[in-house]
Each structure stands twice: as structure tokens, then as C-alpha cells.
């Protein structure tokens, strides 16, 4: 069944397609011929906008159907309510695995299978054989992948959208390797890992929740840094002979990535390759929050408008 989309939605048209309920809400007809029945008033949506729709017949029945937040299947017409409005005749709640959920939220504009194929070339260029090791033990599960491939790497302020973890994790490991090539002292392979699994507790930090992400109750308490960490712990654990001086490094790099301890790092970088990760990692997010900006759209004078987390408006025309 081929997506109708909200944006393209005409009055007259049928409608048979998936959509996000953001409100959901029983009403008591005002017709004295209809005293104690209910109606069902919906607000639907996906990725391009929100129609109003109704459901005149069976509305106490198909409320118990699914919940705000739930994506449902409908079926109805879309008529002319002081703008358009859907008609609901029928609805069946879409099962979670077979939500596709870039038709409700937004998706990074690179191809995943060429964000998977570059991960891959990036996995072989790690030479030291217990950190290759250690990446193939994530990245050869194919559940872990698909997840990894799938996430945001935030809620609202970088990389927010899915398969942002991906594109994140690359452009900071491609950063880690222009870095490297200025200071040979760097460690390629070390840094390569890290910039890769630095933020890979976003996947249990953060779930879709309807056109949201929201953070999880295990996100909320414990936060991805530490849940990453504990991931790569458990993982070198299974490996087994895995250097303890490395591993020890490598823990010091995801802990101390964020830099600053008032960031949320429960320690600052204090080693060559862990300071290069930490500012890696805050110019793929502040490069990626400019380009957001810049995506709304600017005034006439070519400037955007504030930005709070940025704490600044940006100049995106051409000064004559």
C-alpha cells in the first residue's frame, strides 16, 4: 500500500494510509436524536503535516483500538470541514514492527546502506587486532547494527533525527582521521574505535515515541555515556586477553568525550587521543546544529533566527 501523505491530501480524496495520532479525543453529540452517543475526534499526522478527522459511527469502539502516540491505518475521505477534515469509516492499529517510521519522523539525508558501507571501510582501517576485534563484535550482530543504523543521536540538538547516530559516529571518526594525519602521535586505530562507539549508549538512551524522540526511563537515570560504557566493558569482557592498559584508555576516551564535567563527561580528556575524540565529537554537533539553523530558512537580510542552544542568530547570506 503506497504512503498518502498529508501534504498531498485533497478534498474528494479516498484515503487508505498510515498515520500518527497526536490527539485523540470522545465527544457527546449535541443532536437531541443522538442524546448519550459519542463521536471520535482525531488530529492525524506524519513526517509533511496534520489533517482533523472524525469518526461520526463506531467512535466509542474504535477509541479502545489505540492510544495517542499510536500509528493507525485508516480508511475514510477527506472532505471540506471549514478546511480539509477525514472522514473516518475504519481504523487498524499498525504493529510497531511494521511502523515505517521515516514516513513520521526525519531521516538523515544520507543513504543508510552508504553510511553501512562506509562504517565498513572505516572498521578496516582499525589495525590493532583486540580494538578490530572489539568492533566486530558490535557491529558483525546484525540486531545491534540494525539499531545502530537506525537511532537518533539526540532529541533535539544534533544529529536529531534517524540514522543520525551513524552519520554522527562517521563524521566524527572522519575528524579523528584528518586529526591523526597532523599529529602522527595520535593512535588511528584508538581513535577510530572510540569516535565509533563513543555515543553507541544512544540506543538505549533514546526511543521514537509517534513524530518524537524521547528519551527512555534507563536514558533518563543513567544517561548514554555510562550505558556505553558499560556496553564496551561487557563486550571486551567476552573477548577476552584484551590489553588492560588499552582497554583502560578507551574507557577514558568515551567517559571524558564530552570534555567538560558541567557537559555531562564524568571525566575530562586527559590524554592526547581522548581530547582529540572530545573535539571531534563537538564539531560534528555544532557543524550539524549550524546546518539545522540554516535549514529554517533566513529573513531578508540573510540572517536566521536566534538560536538558543547556540546563543546566536547566523549570517547565512552573501555580505556585499
Same mark, same amino acid.
Given at each position: 500500500?503506497?504512503?498518502?501523505?498529508?501534504?498531498?491530501?485533497?478534498?474528494?480524496?479516498?484515503?487508505?494510509?498510515?498515520?500518527?495520532?497526536?490527539?485523540?479525543?470522545?465527544?457527546?453529540?449535541?443532536?437531541?436524536?443522538?442524546?448519550?452517543?459519542?463521536?471520535?475526534?482525531?488530529?492525524?499526522?506524519?513526517?509533511?503535516?496534520?489533517?482533523?478527522?472524525?469518526?461520526? +459511527?463506531?467512535?466509542?469502539?474504535?477509541?479502545?483500538?489505540?492510544?495517542?502516540?499510536?500509528?493507525?491505518?485508516?480508511?475514510?475521505?477527506?472532505?471540506?470541514?471549514?478546511?480539509?477534515?477525514?472522514?473516518?469509516?475504519?481504523?487498524?492499529?499498525?504493529?510497531?514492527?511494521?511502523?515505517?517510521?521515516?514516513?513520521?519522523?526525519?531521516?538523515?539525508?544520507?543513504?543508510?546502506?552508504?553510511?553501512?558501507?562506509?562504517?565498513?571501510?572505516?572498521?578496516?582501517?582499525?589495525?590493532?587486532?583486540?580494538?578490530?576485534?572489539?568492533?566486530?563484535?558490535?557491529?558483525?550482530?546484525?540486531?545491534?547494527?540494525?539499531?545502530?543504523?537506525?537511532?537518533?543521536?539526540?532529541?533535539?540538538?544534533?544529529?536529531?533525527?534517524?540514522?543520525?547516530?551513524?552519520?554522527?559516529?562517521? +563524521?566524527?571518526?572522519?575528524?579523528?582521521?584528518?586529526?591523526?594525519?597532523?599529529?602522527?602521535?595520535?593512535?588511528?586505530?584508538?581513535?577510530?574505535?572510540?569516535?565509533?562507539?563513543?555515543?553507541?549508549?544512544?540506543?538505549?538512551?533514546?526511543?521514537?515515541?509517534?513524530?518524537?524522540? +524521547?528519551?527512555?526511563?534507563?536514558?533518563?537515570?543513567?544517561?548514554?555515556?555510562?550505558?556505553?560504557?558499560?556496553?564496551?566493558? +561487557?563486550?571486551?569482557?567476552?573477548?577476552?586477553?584484551?590489553?588492560?592498559?588499552?582497554?583502560?584508555?578507551?574507557?577514558?576516551?568515551?567517559?571524558?568525550?564530552?570534555?567538560?564535567?558541567?557537559?555531562?563527561?564524568?571525566?575530562?580528556?586527559?590524554?592526547?587521543?581522548?581530547?582529540?575524540?572530545?573535539?571531534?565529537?563537538?564539531?560534528?554537533?555544532?557543524?550539524?546544529?549550524?546546518?539545522?539553523?540554516?535549514?529554517?530558512?533566513?529573513?531578508?537580510?540573510?540572517?536566521?533566527?536566534?538560536?538558543?542552544?547556540?546563543?546566536?542568530?547566523?549570517?547565512?547570506?552573501?555580505?556585499?
Amino acid at each position: 500500500m503506497e504512503k498518502q501523505f498529508v501534504a498531498k491530501l485533497q478534498i474528494g480524496d479516498t484515503v487508505h494510509s498510515e498515520f500518527v495520532v497526536t490527539e485523540k479525543t470522545l465527544l457527546a453529540f449535541s443532536q437531541p436524536n443522538r442524546a448519550g452517543e459519542q463521536y471520535l475526534r482525531l488530529q492525524l499526522a506524519d513526517i509533511t503535516g496534520s489533517i482533523r478527522a472524525v469518526a461520526w +459511527e463506531r467512535g466509542p469502539e474504535m477509541a479502545e483500538l489505540f492510544s495517542t502516540g499510536d500509528v493507525i491505518r485508516v480508511r475514510g475521505d477527506v472532505v471540506n470541514y471549514n478546511g480539509p477534515q477525514l472522514t473516518v469509516y475504519d481504523i487498524e492499529r499498525v504493529a510497531e514492527h511494521e511502523i515505517k517510521k521515516h514516513y513520521f519522523i526525519k531521516t538523515s539525508k544520507r543513504s543508510i546502506e552508504e553510511m553501512l558501507e562506509e562504517l565498513q571501510w572505516t572498521c578496516n582501517q582499525v589495525t590493532e587486532p583486540h580494538l578490530r576485534r572489539l568492533l566486530e563484535a558490535f557491529f558483525k550482530d546484525k540486531e545491534f547494527l540494525a539499531s545502530y543504523a537506525g537511532a537518533p543521536a539526540a532529541r533535539s540538538v544534533h544529529h536529531n533525527y534517524l540514522g543520525g547516530l551513524l552519520e554522527h559516529s562517521l +563524521e566524527v571518526a572522519a575528524l579523528c582521521r584528518h586529526f591523526a594525519g597532523f599529529y602522527p602521535d595520535l593512535d588511528l586505530s584508538l581513535l577510530l574505535c572510540g569516535a565509533l562507539l563513543h555515543d553507541i549508549g544512544k540506543i538505549e538512551e533514546y526511543e521514537i515515541k509517534g513524530l518524537a524522540i +524521547e528519551q527512555t526511563t534507563r536514558g533518563k537515570l543513567i544517561g548514554h555515556i555510562m550505558i556505553g560504557q558499560v556496553m564496551v566493558a +561487557e563486550k571486551v569482557k567476552s573477548i577476552g586477553s584484551f590489553p588492560e592498559n588499552l582497554y583502560i584508555e578507551l574507557a577514558h576516551m568515551l567517559l571524558s568525550h564530552h570534555g567538560q564535567k558541567e557537559w555531562g563527561s564524568p571525566e575530562i580528556p586527559r590524554t592526547f587521543n581522548a581530547y582529540a575524540l572530545f573535539h571531534a565529537d563537538l564539531v560534528s554537533a555544532r557543524l550539524n546544529q549550524f546546518a539545522q539553523a540554516a535549514e529554517k530558512g533566513v529573513n531578508a537580510e540573510g540572517w536566521t533566527q536566534w538560536n538558543t542552544l547556540l546563543g546566536r542568530d547566523i549570517f547565512i547570506g552573501t555580505a556585499e
